[in-house]
């Protein structure tokens, strides 16, 4: 019993000092069920920047962005249609869906949708992930915590040490799917599949 104590303290330490990290403008490496991620605030135009810039991402490259449930997506997209609630959210998330829809272009900044007026979230299904981001209270980015074009990192092992020196902080912990998520577009009509992952959609 005492080790559970201590592992839930432990863990509560590590959120708690992750969540204070991303509120001052700091980068987060983190567990995801699906693979490590990479994040920082959504609002955090700086610190969206250096994310770039460290990960050697294109900027024209839209970046995935996590959410902690469906409220917090909502006020982020211009608006969630019932189809892709019944669909996709209610059977899926949390989980290895990322789904993108018209954004509210004045909450997020341009360099987070690649220029262009869509965002693409996902709700993980990993808990104290999802803690982090209802403590920080604003959607974080989640792209994979690897230089552009590198190997995704499913495990702590994956991860390239040159990049765990350039963040403020790396989250301990397990991806359990181990595959990347599957994407969405909803923005167009008939939806459009970007990237068949651990979730397997149809369009019909």
């Known amino acids: 019993m005492m080790t559970n104590v201590y592992n839930i303290d432990y863990m509560n330490d590590q959120i708690n000092k992750a969540v204070n990290i991303l509120n001052r403008g700091g980068i987060v490496i983190f567990p995801t069920d699906t693979a490590f991620g990479i994040g920082c605030r959504i609002d955090d135009e700086k610190a969206a920047e250096r994310l770039f810039k460290l990960r050697k991402r294109p900027e024209n490259k839209a970046t995935p962005v996590l959410v902690s449930g469906i409220e917090m997506a909502s006020r982020y997209w211009q608006e969630v249609p019932n189809l892709v609630l019944e669909e996709l959210i209610k059977p899926y ?4 869906l990322t789904i993108v829809l018209p954004c509210n272009t004045g909450l997020v900044p341009s360099l987070v949708r690649g ?8 709700m993980p299904a990993q808990d104290s992930l999802l803690q982090i981001i209802e403590y920080v209270g604003v959607p974080i980015l989640g792209t994979s915590a690897n230089f552009a074009g590198e190997t995704t990192p499913y495990r702590f092992e994956d991860l390239n040490g040159e990049l765990v020196k350039l ?18 577009d909803c923005s167009v009509k008939p939806w459009e599949i970007l990237r068949q992952g651990a979730v397997e959609i149809s369009i019909k």
């Open 93 to 96: 998330w949390p989980g290895a």
């Open 115 to 122: 220029g262009g007026n869509t965002l693409g979230l996902r």
């Open 167 to 184: 963040v403020d902080y790396v989250l301990p912990g397990e991806c359990t799917v181990k595959s990347a998520s599957t994407v969405i």
